[in-house]
Nanobody, 121 residues
């Protein structure tokens, strides 16, 4: 069983930056970041392979968000710059038992509890 714990969320203003972290209990395969706003379905944000060689982003965050990984500490990061009010959501970290990156929530096997990100205008 893989335990994932997110941190780094908070309340910021539009244009600010935040860096989310996801600590994994063991080394795993592909990792993903997703978000869910009230009344909306969980949506893909970014994904990265465990060795960091492959990654992908949702169009809505390309150029603003960067996903990275620290293999020594088993931590995945999501650097979020130029935040917008529409980025407001609970952000979830996820892991899948496959080395192939993926963008669908159903492709992931383990989930963290989520961390709230609120961007005010």
């Amino acid at each position: 069983q893989v335990h994932l714990e997110e941190s780094g969320g908070g309340l910021v203003q539009a244009g600010d930056s935040l860096k989310l972290s996801c600590a994994a209990s063991i080394s795993t395969y592909a990792m993903g970041w997703f978000r869910q706003a009230p009344g909306r379905e969980r949506e893909f944000v970014a994904t990265i392979s465990w060795r960091g060689g492959t990654w992908n982003y949702a169009d809505s965050v390309k150029g603003r968000f960067t996903v990275s990984i620290d293999n020594d500490k088993n931590i995945v990061f999501l650097q979020m710059n130029s935040l917008k009010p529409e980025d407001t959501a609970v952000y979830y970290c996820a892991a899948r038992r496959s080395p192939v990156v993926a963008s669908s929530p159903s492709d992931y096997d383990y989930w963290g509890q989520g961390t709230q990100v609120t961007v005010s205008s």
